[in-house]
């Protein structure tokens, strides 16, 4: 078995390498810290070192993959749970089917959306806050618009 001062050193510095793929929104310590942990309960048992790292870098990856996902599926479910201000407009059936609609969407096309109609930003300051181009905006709120009109059309 590896000991714990060459082990931990280890984990902890794929944990700093990897951590920019966590997409939650932990203090940058705790996504260190919990990353670390994970590596090292899932290697502590080996005893090659070389065989260490690439352990640590899949395992993290596959950890990182699992977090994101539970993030994304959460923050889905939320947005989908909040009321709209339409609801007492548009029938039952319709809601159900553009609720239906949303819930395929992504995280970034939800946080678009968002941004857009309940929010009531403009194109240009939604491109400034996600970092990119007015064009880029209209053209995904263009692209998520037809994939929800398709969805409702079904």
Same mark, same amino acid.
């Given at each position: 078995?590896?000991?714990?001062?060459?082990l931990?050193?280890?984990?902890?510095?794929?944990a700093?390498?990897?951590?920019?793929?966590?997409?939650?929104?932990?203090?940058?310590?705790?996504?260190?810290? #919990?990353?670390?942990?994970?590596?090292?309960?899932?290697?502590?048992?080996? #005893?090659?070192?070389?065989?260490?790292?690439k352990?640590?870098?899949?395992?993290?990856?596959?950890?990182?993959?699992?977090?994101?996902?539970?993030? #994304?599926?959460?923050?889905?479910?939320?947005?989908?749970?909040?009321?709209?201000p339409?609801?007492?407009?548009?029938?039952?059936?319709?809601?159900?089917?553009?609720?239906?609609?949303?819930?395929?969407l992504?995280?970034?096309?939800?946080?678009?959306?968002?941004?857009?109609?309940?929010?009531?930003?403009?194109?240009?300051?939604?491109?400034?806050?996600?970092?990119?181009?007015?064009?880029?905006?209209?053209?995904?709120m263009?692209?998520?618009?037809?994939?929800?009109?398709? #969805?409702?059309?079904?």
């Amino acid at each position: 078995m590896i000991p714990d001062d060459q082990l931990i050193p280890i984990c902890r510095s794929w944990a700093r390498r990897l951590k920019h793929l966590v997409k939650h929104f932990s203090s940058s310590a705790e996504i260190l810290d #919990e990353l670390t942990n994970e590596a090292y309960q899932k290697t502590k048992e080996l #005893e090659d070192i070389r065989l260490v790292h690439k352990t640590v870098m899949w395992r993290l990856i596959e950890y990182i993959s699992s977090i994101n996902k539970k993030m #994304e599926d959460r923050r889905k479910q939320e947005f989908c749970q909040q009321e709209m201000p339409i609801d007492e407009m548009i029938e039952d059936e319709m809601m159900d089917r553009l609720r239906t609609a949303i819930q395929k969407l992504s995280v970034s096309d939800l946080t678009l959306l968002r941004l857009y109609f309940w929010d009531e930003q403009t194109m240009e300051k939604i491109g400034r806050r996600l970092k990119v181009s007015k064009a880029c905006v209209c053209s995904r709120m263009h692209n998520v618009l037809a994939r929800l009109q398709k #969805e409702l059309e079904k």
